[in-house]
Nanobody, 123 residues
Framework: VQLQASGGGLVQAGGSLRLSCAAS????????VGWFRQAPGKEREFVAA????????QYADSVKGRFTIFRDNAKNTVYLQMNSLKPEDTAVYYC?????????????????WGQGTQVTVSS
């Protein structure tokens, strides 16, 4: 399975971006998908995850109420809508496919990773 993350860019604080994670084949429709991010000099951290049916979602406390994860299994694509962006959201964002169908905030539960897309929020 190959993942292609896209949609990153430069935005001012308070702005919005929508990230997309497209999988190369239908395997991803039976698996949970997560978004993680890594800022310079920091460890990778969990952002959001969605179960394979889309019925269950998880968010890091730092993004709750601002970010929304959703999926379109017909398109093998998972999205991360990011609103009210803050400078501290600046990072490389990665999407990943979990080993199972349930969402997880632990990166050890994910076995396929995309190449990352840069999000930069200016103050």
């Amino acid at each position: 399975v190959q993942l292609q993350a896209s949609g990153g860019g430069l935005v001012q604080a308070g702005g919005s971006l929508r990230l997309s994670c497209a999988a190369s084949r239908r395997t991803s429709s039976n698996n949970a998908v997560g978004w993680f991010r890594q800022a310079p000099g920091k460890e990778r951290e969990f952002v959001a995850a969605i179960s394979w049916r889309g019925s269950s979602t998880q968010y890091a406390d730092s993004v709750k109420g601002r970010f929304t994860i959703f999926r379109d299994n017909a398109k093998n694509t998972v999205y991360l809508q990011m609103n009210s962006l803050k400078p501290e959201d600046t990072a490389v964002y990665y999407c990943a496919i979990a080993r199972g169908s349930g969402s997880s905030s632990y990166d050890k539960d994910y076995n396929y990773w995309g190449q990352g897309t840069q999000v930069t929020v200016s103050s």
